[in-house]
């Protein structure tokens, strides 16, 4: 079992920055693939970020490219974003799983409660 928690979500103004982190804890979460997906009530859920287990592969959906940075640190995830746009106001969840298949379809193995963005115009 991995334990997956979220943090620094909040309010925040248009061009603001914020830092998401995930703490990862129990199970090999150290080996896992890991992401930061978004969800805005009546949507499906949408990845935004993601890395390999060993942080030498990175992706990020178009909309957010130039201004989120996804990184890992043992077991911890965070995602700094800025140039923030109220379009990014959503729930933000950490996941991970074994294979990256698995993570970036939707079907990760392992989720956190999920951490409130809210962009305000």
């Known amino acids: 079992q991995v334990l997956l928690v979220e943090s620094g979500g909040g309010l925040v103004k248009t061009g603001g920055s914020l830092r998401l982190s995930c703490a990862a804890s129990?199970?090999?979460?150290?080996?896992?693939?890991m992401g930061w997906f978004r969800q805005v009530p009546g949507n499906e859920r949408e990845l935004v970020a993601s890395?390999?287990?060993?942080?030498?592969a990175t992706y990020y959906v178009d909309s957010v490219k130039g201004r989120c940075t996804v990184s890992r640190d043992k077991n911890t995830l965070d995602l700094h974003m800025s140039s923030l746009k109220p379009e990014d106001t959503a729930v933000y969840y950490c996941?991970?799983?074994?294979?990256?298949?698995?993570?970036?379809?939707?079907?990760?193995?392992?989720w956190g409660q999920g951490t409130q963005v809210t962009v305000s115009s």
């Open positions: 996941a991970a799983d074994q294979t990256y298949t698995g993570l970036v379809g939707g079907h990760a193995k392992y």
């Open positions: 129990g199970g090999t979460a150290t080996y896992y693939y």
């Open positions: 890395i390999t287990w060993s942080g030498g």
